[in-house]
């Protein structure tokens, strides 16, 4: 059964910062993995999405790596800003269509 | 530009009610999905379709119901509501499965008393 496990569960950093957040996944065999940010109280925002055969993607200040042979996703925030400050979730797809989910690493950027 | 389109907001259920929570979206997407997030945890699928007249069960479908009669509406049907179902409900769609990103409505937080 596939797991997905993020870390750290919360982070805190000053503004400017750069971060990591880190996605594994059990079972490699995986069609895409997607990162969403969700703000409270709202629904999912899709960030990057990365197909199975692709190492990474691009959107502004946020790039996403994908390691499908060890099970690893890495989502990289260049010069953290306030706005940032969201829980992110990282999301597995097997067959095209379910997403299994992590738990979310809830991020929290200081002025 | 409203996207998923989801209802409603907030609903408070006796146990032993039903309900059903609305969900429309207006991107013309082929496949629509229904997720529950409880606190703490990460989203569990519960149904999802691929086009209209089509169903097929998640991760989680116990004591649910859904209908998919239009490419733009796929209503969830709780029956006989229990407190294990108290949640935040999301619906979302995609154009396609797997090369397109999920679009989520913002839930609706449901409370079994």
């Known amino acids: 059964k596939q797991e997905v496990t993020q870390i750290p569960a919360a982070l805190s950093v000053p503004e400017g910062e750069n971060l990591v957040l880190n996605c594994s996944f059990t079972?490699?065999?995986?069609?895409?993995l997607q990162w969403f940010r969700q703000d409270p109280g709202k629904g999912l925002t899709s960030l990057l999405l990365?197909?199975?055969?692709?190492r990474e993607q691009t959107s502004g200040r946020l790039n996403a790596s994908l390691d499908k042979s060890s099970g690893r996703s890495t989502l990289y925030i260049a010069a953290s800003q306030p706005g940032d400050s969201a829980t992110y979730l990282c999301?597995?797809?097997?067959?095209?269509?379910?997403?299994?989910f992590g738990k979310g690493t809830t991020l929290s950027v200081s002025s | 530009n409203a996207g998923v389109t989801q209802t409603p907001k907030f609903r408070i259920l006796k146990i032993g009610q039903s309900m059903t929570l609305q969900c429309t979206q207006d991107m013309n997407h082929n496949y629509m999905y229904w997720y529950r997030q409880d606190p703490g945890m990460g989203l569990k699928l519960i149904y999802y379709?691929?086009?209209?007249?089509?169903?097929d069960k998640g991760e989680v479908p116990n004591g649910y119901n859904v209908s998919r009669s239009t490419t733009e509406d796929f209503p969830l049907r709780l029956e006989l509501a229990a407190p294990s179902q108290t949640s935040v409900y999301f619906c979302a769609s995609s154009r396609t499965g797997g090369d397109q990103p999920q679009h989520f409505g913002d839930g609706t937080r449901l409370s079994i008393l």
């Open positions: 990365i197909q199975s055969s692709q």
């Open positions: 379709s691929v086009g209209a007249g089509i169903t």
């Open positions: 999301a597995v797809s097997k067959a095209g269509t379910a997403l299994i």
């Open positions: 079972d490699s065999a995986i069609y895409n």
